[in-house]
């Protein structure tokens, strides 16, 4: 099964709210609210900020909200500071079969 | 609190076998959750390639199924990574982590694809 679709870049500046898009299909996206999303700075592992489509982990910054609407979900980054600009990831539970896939990532530049 | 911890070879010749292991410290791996290992091609994106559950139950990447075996041995708290007849295209930064998933109204732990937390990571080259 092919990787979830993310738009490869995205930007705005200080301050401003930005939207990445993860799109999926209904055998996973749309089936399951088990999405996460991660961030990644370079040279540094994957840190978790959104699970279970919305959920925050403890530490992670109320910035930094998920949603889902059919067989795409989105993360959403309020009052963008330059330290949020890194690699975003979307992932999804995708049933029995093909079990867990990734976004192809997308490049967030604070401007 | 939790923390993993990759270990292995750097340098892997062309089709022979990657072997890599993760050290759990902080938890118990017999207390619960599946633990994963992902993988990243340099300058790429991440792969999920399988899940392992104490019990030694697994769920492999479809597409890397064929050459993948992750092993579990819970009196060191380490799990494993095997991966055969490798190329060049399974150069990558190979990382563990624990899958978050639990299913509350079973109580049961589950493959849920949120890793949380992640090792630091360990570049593995393919070549001769």
């Known amino acids: 099964q092919s990787a979830l679709t993310q738009p490869a870049s995205v930007s705005g500046s200080p301050g401003q709210s930005i939207t990445i898009s993860c799109t999926g299909t209904?055998?996973?996206?749309?089936?399951?609210?088990?999405v996460s999303w991660y961030q990644q700075h370079p040279g540094k592992a994957p840190k978790l900020i959104i699970y279970?489509?919305?959920k925050r982990p403890s530490g992670v910054s109320n910035r930094f909200s998920g949603s889902k609407s059919g067989n795409t979900a989105s993360l959403t980054i309020s009052g963008l500071q330059a330290e949020d600009e890194a690699d975003y990831y979307c992932?999804?539970?995708?049933?029995?079969?093909?079990?867990?896939?990734f976004g192809g990532g997308t490049k967030l530049t604070v401007l | 609190q939790v923390q993993l911890q990759e270990s292995g070879p750097g340098l892997v010749k062309p089709s022979e076998t990657l072997s890599l292991s993760c050290t759990v410290s902080?938890?118990?791996?017999?207390?619960?959750?599946?633990w994963g290992w992902i993988r990243q091609p340099p300058g790429k994106g991440l792969e999920w390639i399988g899940n392992?559950?104490?019990?030694?139950?697994?769920y492999y990447n479809p597409s890397l199924k064929s050459r993948v075996t992750i092993s579990v041995d819970t009196s060191k708290n380490q799990f494993s990574l095997k991966l055969t007849s490798v190329t060049a295209a399974d150069t990558a930064v190979y990382y563990c982590?624990?899958?978050?998933?639990?299913?509350?109204?079973?109580?049961?732990?589950?493959?849920?694809?949120?890793?949380?937390?992640w090792g630091q990571g360990t570049l593995v080259t393919v070549s001769s």
């Open positions: 209904s055998s996973d996206i749309g089936s399951y609210n088990l």
């Open positions: 992932c999804s539970y995708a049933g029995s079969t093909t079990f867990v896939l």
């Open positions: 982590a624990r899958d978050g998933g639990y299913d509350t109204l079973t109580a049961y732990y589950k493959v849920a694809g949120w890793f949380d937390p």
């Open positions: 392992i559950y104490h019990s030694g139950s697994t």
């Open positions: 902080g938890y118990s791996i017999s207390s619960g959750y599946y």
């Open positions: 279970e489509v919305s």
